[in-house]
C-alpha cells in the first residue's frame, strides 16, 4: 500500500509564527498530495507537488519534495488561528488503489 | 461547479442493522473511493471504483460492499453493523484511477450504538 507518515504529530504554535509539517513515505511516486480536515469535517486538498518538482508555492503554503529521501515538507507562513487543523500527506500516481494516509499532524495555532 | 456530496451528514443505527451511504462525484471524475475514519486515526481505504469496476479492497470485512452507478455515483453498503464500525465514512473522486488530485466530500457520520 502507499502511505504518508507525518511528522511532528501535534504542533501548537503563535498565531503568525510559521508551522513546518514532514512528511516520509516508502514507495516511488509520481505525485505527493497535502490535505486540511478540521475537526470532524471533509479533507480539503491544498496542494499537488509531481515527483518532478522541488519545490510549490499557493498563497501562504510552501511544499518541498525531496524524492532521494522519500520526504515532503509543507510549510505554512504567517498562521493564522483558522489554520488550526490536522494535516495529512497522500503519496499517489501509480494507481489511487490502498491508499493510505498516516494519523496526520495536528497543528494548533493560539491567537 | 459541485464538489464530491455525500449522503447522509449524519446518522445513527442499532447494531446489527444495514447502512447505506451515498456518493456523488464531481462532473466528470469516473473514480470513486471510499474511506473510514475513525477518531484520531487517519482515513483508511475500503474500496475504489473506476469505470463502474471494483479497482481496489483495503482490509475491510465481507460486511462492507459497494457499487458504482452508470452516472458514476456510488454506494457504500454495510451490514450486520458492529459498534466500531462507528466513524467518518469519506467519498472521494479524481477524474482517472491514478495520478490526478483526488477531492474528498465532507463526509457521513455513522454513529452505532
Known amino acids: 500500500s502507499q502511505q504518508g507518515e507525518e511528522d511532528p504529530q501535534a504542533l501548537s504554535i503563535q498565531e503568525g509564527e510559521n508551522a513546518t509539517m514532514n512528511c516520509s513515505y516508502k514507495?516511488?511516486?509520481?505525485?505527493l498530495q497535502w490535505y486540511r480536515q478540521n475537526s470532524g469535517r471533509g479533507l480539503v486538498h491544498l496542494i499537488l507537488i509531481r515527483s518532478n518538482e522541488r519545490e510549490k508555492h499557493s498563497g501562504r503554503l510552501r511544499v518541498t519534495l525531496d524524492t532521494s529521501k522519500k520526504s515532503s515538507s509543507l510549510l505554512i507562513t504567517a498562521s493564522r488561528a483558522a489554520d488550526t487543523a490536522s494535516y495529512f500527506c497522500l503519496e499517489s500516481g501509480g494507481s489511487n488503489y490502498k491508499l493510505t494516509f498516516g494519523k496526520g499532524t495536528l497543528l494548533t495555532v493560539n491567537p | 461547479d459541485a464538489g464530491v456530496t455525500q449522503s447522509p451528514t449524519h446518522l445513527i443505527k442499532t447494531r446489527g442493522q444495514h447502512v447505506t451511504l451515498r456518493c456523488s462525484p464531481i462532473?466528470?471524475?469516473?473514480?470513486v473511493s471510499w474511506y473510514q475514519q475513525v477518531l484520531g486515526q487517519g482515513p483508511q481505504f475500503i474500496f475504489q471504483?473506476?469505470?463502474?469496476?471494483?479497482?481496489g479492497r483495503g482490509n475491510f470485512p465481507d460486511r462492507f460492499s459497494a457499487r458504482q452507478f452508470p452516472n458514476y455515483s456510488s454506494e457504500l453498503n454495510v451490514n450486520a453493523l458492529l459498534l466500531g464500525d462507528s466513524a467518518l465514512y469519506l467519498c472521494?473522486?479524481?477524474?482517472?484511477?491514478?495520478?490526478?488530485?483526488?477531492?474528498f466530500g465532507e463526509g457521513s457520520w455513522l454513529t452505532v450504538v
Open positions: 462532473s466528470g471524475h469516473k473514480s
Open positions: 514507495t516511488s511516486i509520481n505525485n
Open positions: 472521494a473522486s479524481s477524474p482517472t484511477s491514478a495520478g490526478n488530485t483526488i477531492y
Open positions: 471504483y473506476y469505470e463502474k469496476e471494483e479497482r
